[in-house]
């Protein structure tokens, strides 16, 4: 099992910045991928960010290329997603979640283990 708690969320105005935490434990493999999703109120949860083990490889949604930068600290076995310039469009909750083959996906199947997710508002 493996138990994800994210953090860093809560209400900034529209242009300004907000930094999310996802810290790994339990039977974490030796090398394994992480992505950030979010769903905003009434959508369905969609794709944000990934980065491989190595932090090497990295996706992210064309909505946030340039804004968002997403990094991990093995380490720390913990994964950022740093959001610059925000907009009230990036209000949901952002959920971090592991994927244990270490495939960077964009997609939700694949991923083993989700957070319970953080709370972003961007206020206009």
């Known amino acids: 099992q493996v138990q994800l708690v994210e953090s860093g969320g809560g209400l900034v105005q529209a242009g300004g910045s907000l930094r999310l935490s996802c810290a790994a434990s339990?039977?974490?493999?030796?090398?394994?991928?992480m992505g950030w999703f979010r769903q905003a109120p009434g959508k369905e949860r969609e794709f944000v960010a990934a980065?491989?083990?190595?932090?090497?490889?990295?996706r992210y949604a064309d909505s946030v290329k340039g804004r968002f930068t997403i990094s991990r600290d093995n380490a720390k076995k913990t994964v950022y997603l740093q959001m610059n310039s925000l907009k009230p469009e990036d209000t949901a909750v952002y959920y971090c979640?592991?994927?244990?083959?270490?495939?960077?996906?964009?997609?939700?199947?694949?991923?083993?283990?989700w957070g319970q997710g953080t709370q972003v508002t961007v206020s206009s």
């Open positions: 980065i491989s083990w190595g932090g090497t490889t990295t």
């Open positions: 339990g039977r974490t493999f030796s090398s394994y991928a």
């Open positions: 979640a592991f994927d244990q083959t270490n495939i960077v996906r964009t997609t939700e199947p694949g991923y083993n283990y």
